[in-house]
């Protein structure tokens, strides 16, 4: 009897299976966490902040309300401006999946040695590495400027009023 066409009901081949629902679900959970896209680029809300301090308290809170936000955004620039050169796009594609597992994907606290990670030290990292990795890969000047261009991005997103 064939099973030609089938799906495997065995737990031999229910791993991968169970793998990618997994992935999936916190794909799904993990991009829940951003912030609102409609909400981010309300532009109705960018103005300039009254004083120095305004400034950096609009930064703060921003930051910590749409970091998954801002990081997509980075990403997805770099990743648009590496097109046209092959190497950094398969180096930026295996530290997507490092971004992926150690960043968006996980649903619970990184734990190294009982220690547990905060979430800006991992972005921190991850950002660090991303960054000298693709700079290893010739692609300096392509990879400054599309930083450049996702920083300047988020810089506009920065500085509106809070609430």
Known sequence: MTTYGTIPTSSSGGTNL??????RDRIQTGLGTRRPWKEMF?????????????????????IGYFRMNYAI???IILFLSLLWNPTSLIVFTVLMAAWLFLY????????????????????GVLSVVTIVL??????????????????????????????
Request: one cysteine or more.
């Open 134 to 163: 693709l700079l290893l890969t010739n692609a300096t000047l392509n990879i400054l400027l599309s930083i450049l261009g996702g920083l300047g991005a988020i810089w506009l997103l920065l500085h509106r009023r809070e609430g």
């Open 104 to 123: 968006f994907l996980r649903d619970e606290p990184l734990t190294i040695c009982h220690s547990v990670i905060d979430d800006r030290v991992v972005l």
């Open 42 to 62: 309300n532009l109705a809300s960018i103005n300039f902040p009254q004083s120095i301090s305004d400034a950096f308290s609009r930064i703060k809170t921003n």
């Open 73 to 75: 955004v980075v990403l």
């Open 18 to 23: 169970e793998f990618l629902t997994r992935a």
